[in-house]
C-alpha cells in the first residue's frame, strides 16, 4: 500500500503520514521543505514551488505510484484569509486543481482525499451539520475549500478519478504548534492562571485528535465510493471551549475561572457540530477521548519545550 502526502511537513500532512508508516504502508512525504531526519518510515520528496502548474507534482506521483493521495497543502488561519484572499485561493484552491490534473495525467487509479474544512458551512442552518446542508462559507477561507471541494467532484464527474473532500473540524493533537489547544496548553506551562479565551468561552466547537483523522481516511480509503463527495470528520459532539480550558485547568489542580475577553471573531460561527452518520457507517468510531488527546499534546508540549506563539484559533 502506497500513500504520497502533499504538504507532509505541516500538521495534519505529516501525523497522518507517520500514522500510515507505522501501521505498514510505504509513505512518501512532499513538501517544500523537510524535517530533519525524515519520521522512520516516510520517504521525503522535495516540492519545487516555482514550477508551477501540474507538472509540480508529476514527479512525485511517478515516484511514489499511489494508491492513496493526501492532499494537505493549504493555508489554515481565517484572519490571514481577509487580509490576503488571493494567497488562500492560491494555497488551497490552485493547488489542489494542479495535483487532480497531475494524478489524472499520471495517476487516474489513486484515490485522493482533499483537507477541506467546516468553514464551508458558515453559520449552519441547523445542529448537527450534515454534508448535504447548504455551504455558506463566511470568509476567503472558506470559499476556497469550497471551491476546491468542487473541483474534486468536478473531476470524479467528468474523468472519473476518486475524490473525496475531508471537512474536518477542530482537530488538534500532539505537532500543532497554533489554534486553542496550543495556546492554551502554552498559558498552562507558563503559569498564566486563569487561563484567557479570547471570546465568550461558550463558543462550541467539535474537536477530534488527529490519530482520529488518519483512521477516518483509512475507513473512507477502504469503504467510500470516492465520487467526489465530502466527509464530515469530526467526533460529532460540540463542546464550549470553555470546557476545554477548564479540562486543562484542571490538569494543573486549579479550579481558576477560565477568564474571557467576549471579543467576536470574523468568520467564527457560535456552534459547530458535525452530524458524522456518514462517516460512521463506514464503521469509523471515534478512538481517543478529549481527556486522553490532552493529556498526549500537555506530555509532548513539556518534551518539545516549545516556545509561546500566536495563536489565530483561540477564541
Not at 502506497?2 to 512532499?30: D, H, M, P, Q, Y
Not at 496550543?182 to 479565551?197: C, D, H, N, R
Request: proline share 7%; charged share 20%.
Amino acid at each position: 500500500m502506497r500513500l504520497l502526502v502533499t504538504g507532509g511537513n505541516g500538521f495534519i500532512g505529516g501525523s497522518v503520514a507517520r500514522a500510515f508508516a507505522k501501521a505498514g504502508w510505504a509513505v512518501w512525504s512532499l513538501s517544500r521543505r523537510q524535517p530533519e531526519p525524515a519520521p522512520p518510515g516516510v520517504r521525503p520528496l522535495r516540492l519545487v514551488w516555482g514550477a508551477g502548474g501540474w507538472a509540480r507534482f508529476a514527479p512525485a506521483l511517478a515516484a511514489s505510484r499511489p494508491v492513496l493521495v493526501l492532499h494537505a497543502i493549504g493555508t489554515s488561519s481565517v484572519s490571514a484569509s481577509f487580509a490576503n484572499p488571493r494567497a488562500c485561493l492560491d494555497a488551497n484552491t490552485e493547488t489542489y486543481r494542479d495535483l487532480l490534473e497531475a494524478v489524472r495525467r499520471t495517476a487516474p487509479g489513486a484515490r485522493v482525499a482533499m483537507c477541506s474544512s467546516a468553514s464551508v458551512y458558515g453559520n449552519p442552518v441547523r445542529q448537527p451539520m450534515g454534508e448535504g446542508d447548504p455551504r455558506v462559507p463566511v470568509s476567503p477561507y472558506g470559499e476556497a475549500k469550497a471551491a476546491a471541494e468542487d473541483l474534486g467532484l468536478a473531476y470524479a464527474r467528468r474523468y472519473g478519478l476518486r475524490t473525496v473532500s475531508l471537512r474536518i473540524f477542530s482537530l488538534y493533537g500532539e505537532g500543532q504548534r497554533n489554534l486553542l489547544v496550543w495556546e492554551l496548553v502554552q498559558q498552562a506551562l507558563q503559569g498564566k492562571f486563569p487561563l484567557t479565551l479570547r471570546g465568550t468561552g461558550e463558543e462550541r466547537r467539535d474537536y477530534l485528535h488527529v490519530s482520529d483523522l488518519a483512521r477516518a481516511l483509512d475507513a473512507i480509503r477502504r469503504f467510500g465510493p470516492c465520487r467526489g463527495e465530502p466527509y464530515n470528520v469530526a467526533s460529532g459532539r460540540s463542546l464550549a471551549v470553555r470546557e476545554v480550558a477548564l479540562a486543562l485547568a484542571r490538569h494543573w489542580g486549579r479550579t481558576d475561572s477560565v477568564h474571557c475577553r467576549g471579543e467576536a471573531q470574523p468568520g467564527a460561527a457560535p456552534l459547530w457540530e458535525a452530524d458524522i452518520a456518514r462517516l460512521t457507517a463506514l464503521a469509523f468510531r471515534p478512538a481517543v477521548t478529549l481527556e486522553a488527546g490532552l493529556e498526549r499534546v500537555i506530555a509532548w508540549a513539556r518534551a518539545a519545550a516549545a516556545p509561546c506563539g500566536h495563536a489565530e484559533g483561540m477564541v
